[in-house]
């Protein structure tokens, strides 16, 4: 079935470099996409969306990217810090649906 | 603001018993959603709610699930008969209409022993 998925399930990166977590979906009709991060013990926080009709969105120290042909979508984190620790989900929505359909998630370790 | 909140955090039951789950959405969230987090597992959609029509059921995994929401605010999920299996995290997310961005809350953790 149509699904969504992360490539690496832990990431580890060195305190103030720039760190990318990656995900792949499969579904043709998903027109939204959303990245949030989960600390442990805590629901997910709403960090950056992307609509299908574009392929770029910046915010503070995130970007997001789609690319549609290849059924990728990308977070970039700028500078990282200790407090980016977390787990960080992507997430998808098919046009017409209501429930966002989500990966499992990958684990992001900032090493001092 | 106030964001989405949830009752209780944690809750543990014996097998067969009936639990029910409280959310409160962020004030003016026309929509609101239950998703169910598995240990280790992505989050799993379970039902939805617009306003006073009628919700989207299709994600309750039996029919043991059921939810309501009254006065178009808060939320109540309910599992009877609970199951080993029902274990997880019940997360609560609310926005502010249909396909907005949704907000969630800190869940219940739900343990059936």
């Known amino acids: 079935g149509e699904s969504v998925g992360l490539h690496l399930p832990t990431l580890s990166v060195q305190e103030g470099d720039n760190s990318i977590i990656n995900c792949a979906y499969s579904n043709s009709a998903s027109d939204y996409f959303i990245w949030y991060k989960q600390e442990s013990g805590k629901g997910p926080q709403f960090i950056i969306d992307i609509r299908s009709n574009m392929d770029k969105r910046q915010g503070q120290r995130v970007t997001v990217l789609l690319n549609k042909t290849v059924k990728h979508l990308s977070l970039q984190i700028a500078a990282t810090q200790p407090g980016d620790s977390a787990v960080y989900f992507c997430a998808e929505r098919a046009g017409g649906a209501d429930g966002l359909t989500f990966g499992k998630g990958t684990h992001l370790i900032i090493q001092p | 603001g106030a964001g989405v909140s949830q009752s209780p955090s944690n809750k543990v039951t014996e097998k067969g018993k009936d639990v029910e789950l409280r959310c409160d959405p962020i004030?003016?969230?026309?929509?609101l959603y239950w998703y169910r987090q598995s240990l280790g597992q992505g989050l799993e959609f379970l039902i939805y709610f617009q306003g006073n029509s009628a919700p989207d059921k299709s994600g309750l995994p039996s029919d043991r699930f059921s939810a309501e929401r009254t006065g178009g605010s808060v939320s109540t999920l309910t599992i009877q008969r609970t199951q080993q299996e029902d274990s997880a995290v019940y997360l609560c997310?609310?926005?502010?209409?249909?396909?907005?961005?949704?907000?969630f809350g800190p869940g219940t953790r739900l343990l059936v022993l």
């Open positions: 997310a609310s926005s502010l209409g249909r396909q907005e961005t949704q907000y």
């Open positions: 004030s003016g969230h026309t929509a």
